[in-house]
């Protein structure tokens, strides 16, 4: 578990995604990247329900692609798969002793080399929309506060999702996650694009869009399908990295 | 003692079942006799849809550049005639869900409805429309129109029916990317197992192609899926290809 006052720094950073310049897929990615840096896990990864019950990936600490593997495997089996269906967390997974159980997940995580996982549900009332995986390479699982705090922090991404105090109308939850998962789209397909002009692997194409969109104090996601929309802005964003990558 | 220690029952989110329910729907839905390929496959759904929901009517809209507003599509006359209503007044649940990139569902037009677009109510009052469902059709950045709903009713969506309209939607946006060739019957087809998981990798792919061949995205899936079908391999592996450096030739020469 990490400081009380690098706590707080972590909190507030979130809370300040939360409410300036709010992108979701960037929020969420703090969301899990903090996650991370908490609970001194290796990898969090957020997956969410879509309207016919899928498993959708959304954000990760990581964009590694072989971990986004081992989240999108879990759409038939897995950790993640059982929170959202039972609403329930699964805790203090053993990896090298979770093959009985999932006999395709256990030995994927194995041979990225992770050691223990949980998973939180994330609920809204009575429905779960979705779930958080934590990752970890040594075989030990969360302790009583590292628990806490990151389901606090699964909470947290929830109401991030819903962006209003009150859900006022029924109708908001779909909308809201047919559009968080519509924008996660708008971002592979920008990777995609960013990665080809650049000659980079897709993750630090990543880093790339996200910089730009930091560095120009733009919504992530806007940037992105500007990006993929608009050749003269693609264009733009790659030069301008090009041009660092030089200084 | 947290809030969490003593949680309600709480039910996964999404229904499995409606793919399923969808393609019921739509083998039992007919066309009109003049139609055929695409205007065909899309009255198809927009009957299915009203058949399989409480709804009045449906029309699959395209939706330009410039914000003009077309009725692809109707289930009957009544409803093409409201489809052509928003890009008549300028503003319109169908407009909302394309630029903002989400549904937009209105149980009660004439309630929260007026309140949000004054001059669409207007125009929709006399007709006895009382709740619209607006979902866009895309992919990511690819924006290709809406499905619009239309209920006599106020009523807002269960799950279930949430769920089977955004099959439609799924269905429709597929069709319109790829239109189908004479008149298949089983329009659903494989189409739902593409959605299935690893879809990370073609929508990567899918923005690599576009610098590629300089394509737009719609156009990029197009190809990938064209490269699946006549390699006769999975989309997943086309896109695991492009992944890994392949450049996709336009005529595909293998």
Known sequence: MISSSRLSDLFVEVADTLV??????????????????????????????????????????????????????????????????????????????????????????????????????????????????????????????ERRVARALADVATIGLMQERALRRAEELTEQLQFALNSRIVIEQAKGAVARVLDIGVEEAFTVIRGYARSHRRPLTEVAREAVEDRPALQALTDSYTRQSRE | MSAHDDLAESSPAGDPG????????????VADESLSGLPAALQRICRAATSSLPLSGAVVQVITEAREVVVLASSDPASHLLGEITFTVGEGPCLDAFTMGRPVLVPDLLGEGHLRWPGYVSAIREGGLRATYALPLHVGAVRLGVLELYGARVHSLSAAELSLSLVFAHVATDILLEPPSGSSADL???????????????????????????????????????HAFSREVPLLEVARMILAGERLHVTDED
């Open chain 2, 18 to 29: 409606a793919w399923t329910t969808a393609r019921q729907a739509m083998s039992a839905a």
């Open chain 2, 188 to 226: 659903v087809g494989d189409r739902s197992a593409e959605g299935l998981g690893h879809w990370v990798e073609i929508h990567q792919a899918q923005g690599m192609v576009t610098v590629d061949l300089g394509l737009d995205l719609a156009g990029a899936l197009s190809l990938m899926r064209a």
């Open chain 1, 20 to 145: 300036d310049e709010f992108d979701l897929v960037d929020f969420l990615h703090h969301v899990t990247s903090s996650a991370a840096e908490i609970t001194a896990s290796t990898a969090v990864g957020l997956m969410l329900a879509d309207h016919d019950g899928t498993l959708r990936f959304m954000a990760s600490s990581s964009e590694d692609a072989r971990l986004l593997d081992l989240f999108q495997l879990q759409n038939a089996e897995g950790p993640c798969l059982d929170a959202h269906r039972t609403g329930e967390e699964v805790p203090d997974i053993i990896i090298e002793s979770a093959a009985d159980r999932w006999p395709v997940f256990a030995p994927r995580a194995a041979e990225l080399g992770f050691g223990a996982a949980h998973c939180f549900p994330l609920r809204l009332r009575d429905q779960t929309i979705g779930a958080m995986n934590i990752f970890r390479t040594e075989p030990r699982t969360l302790e009583d506060e």
